[in-house]
């Protein structure tokens, strides 16, 4: 028997959250494909709601709920892209979301969090610290937990990015995505396993940062205390669930240096135009940098989901003269 | 009788065209519609083969001449996104472009140009220089002058994106495009009188290169030699044909301040997660800033042409914290 959603799962959570969310569009660049020496299709989540995939996995949650149940309102402790999905999620079906913060959590994403509503309660930077301040607000409220990655019905949600893919570009060869916590990944191997069994699934992850990698190699978790990236979306680590996932349905993992997220960004930017964050450029860099898939005839398919889009524009690595 | 191209011209070109050029996703934002107090409907022709809406004239001007008249090539003088346009569509077509560029042409363009195979002659950074060498070019090789904007084959592919949009969203109540030499807005113009003659047609235009805004005030062309904006695609003034059509068929012309061009242009990269060039942020400026559009009973439906994506990351104007 299988661990996580099933594909019927992931069905039901698309036509749950198709009234929330964008179907995001599929982009293409010729000059992108000429470097890979393949058909790369690019699922472009960072123009998602929130500016990031993981508006699906909240709103499947929150719209999952019972009615008693939702009353209550859901909490989370993140200080990145989750935070900010839950809270919409939860003003859209008119609940309260209390999210943790750590108190060195980016301004730009306290700013969007309080823009779709969410209650911020900040703390201490540490795991410890989140979980006591989350439980805190759990006694108090009763409102529902909503982690970020270790629950079916996240996993379902972000599946159906996999799922639209899919379903408007049938015959890949290869899916890439990025690894953190797992539950994009987890959901992708799911849905892509389901429709397309011949395509090879490879989670993408920073080299400083490569517990997935190093879990899968090993058999068992390897936590990672102190991930060093740029990649600020890909610092969690995997949780049993989405462990077990993975070992049974991802191909692959391949790590990437900072200088190839770096350069993979700025390519995506400068030739196709659209903002992403140092995250998804990890799901890139393979394809484009390093000619995964460019060995076939016909050129081979390569599916890459785009996770999100949400940088500080004051602060970025690029400098210097244009790289194209 | 009206100047410039026909609908059913625009109708040709978008045939003539379709095979070569993206079809560009029309994008909308739940958070800038809050600001704007409208629907706004993003036409992404910075998404655009080239990164420029200019590929669609180009590719309408070289693919409407004769077998034999191709055959000798084609030649222009530009620093700027006409340049790379005709010479990516010289190259589908198979024919040679010789382009015109002056010496000081940002490095990014000349080497966009080189990557579609145009042949780059430097010039010293003036008119009559241009001029003059494009006139020795056309002598030497007999090619085909195809000029950015003063060509009705031109004004009808650059018509082609307005038409798209309005296939896509018929009911707009207002149809805003930047105004530089004037063939986007033209065509833009053409379209939407001929598809949704209710539509208002505002031309956008920065208030430091505002010779379209003086030229339909005094009712003639009124040249602006020293055009100041961190617009650089927005620096050529009308030319007869042009501003005959504007005349016709435009509402207004909005200037916009350097200030709004930065502020619009930072909105549309954090908010909708796309690069734009500054040119194109002129256009978003009127929408999301001043509210154009805001009273009505339902919200009105603003339509906006994004006309670029061209810019060098190693310079952004971006500095200190987010804006959002």
Same mark, same amino acid.
């Given at each position: ?135 805190? =607000?759990? #006694?108090?409220?009763? &409102? *529902?937990?909503?982690? %970020?990655?270790?629950?079916? @019905?996240?996993? /379902? ?117 659209? =903002?992403? #964050?140092?995250?998804? &450029? *990890?799901?890139?860099? %393979?394809?484009?940098?390093? @000619?995964?898939? /460019? ?30």
């Amino acid at each position: 028997m299988s661990t996580g959603p099933s594909i019927e799962a992931i069905r039901a959570a698309a036509e749950r959250i198709a009234p929330h969310i964008h179907r995001t569009p599929v982009l293409t660049c010729a000059s992108l494909d000429e470097m890979a020496g393949a058909g790369l299709f690019f699922k472009c989540e960072n123009l998602q709601k929130t500016g990031s995939f993981k508006i699906r996995g909240a709103t499947n949650a929150v719209f999952s709920l019972g009615d008693a149940e939702a009353a209550r309102g859901v909490v989370t402790h993140s200080s990145g892209n989750h935070a900010a999905a839950l809270a919409l999620a939860a003003r859209r079906r008119g609940i309260a979301a209390w999210i943790v913060m750590p108190r060195n959590a980016p301004a730009t994403k306290c700013r969007a969090v309080e823009r779709y509503g969410g209650k911020i309660t900040f703390c201490e930077p540490n795991l410890a610290a989140r979980e006591t301040a989350a439980r805190e =607000i759990l #006694e108090r409220t009763g &409102a *529902v937990m909503i982690h %970020p990655y270790d629950d079916d @019905r996240i996993i /379902a949600g972000q599946a159906t990015a996999a799922l639209e893919l899919l379903e408007e570009v049938p015959e890949l060869d290869f899916v890439l995505a990025p690894v953190s916590g797992g539950g994009l990944l987890s959901g992708t191997a799911i849905a892509t396993k389901s429709l397309r069994p011949e395509a090879r699934v490879i989670g993408c992850e920073p080299a400083g940062a490569d517990d997935a990698f190093r879990s899968l190699a090993e058999g068992h978790i390897v936590p990672m205390p102190n991930p060093q990236t740029i990649a600020d979306g890909l610092r969690a680590s995997l949780a049993e669930r989405t462990f077990a996932i993975l070992r049974e349905r991802v191909d692959a993992i391949h790590t990437v240096s900072e200088e190839e997220i770096v350069a993979a960004m700025r390519l995506v930017w400068e030739r196709m135009k659209i =903002i992403i #964050e140092p995250s998804s &450029a *990890v799901a890139v860099a %393979p394809a484009t940098l390093r @000619r995964l898939g /460019a060995e076939g005839r016909p050129p081979r398919r390569v599916g890459i989901i785009l996770s999100g889009g949400n940088v500080d524009l004051g602060s970025l690595p690029f400098a210097g003269p244009a790289g194209n």
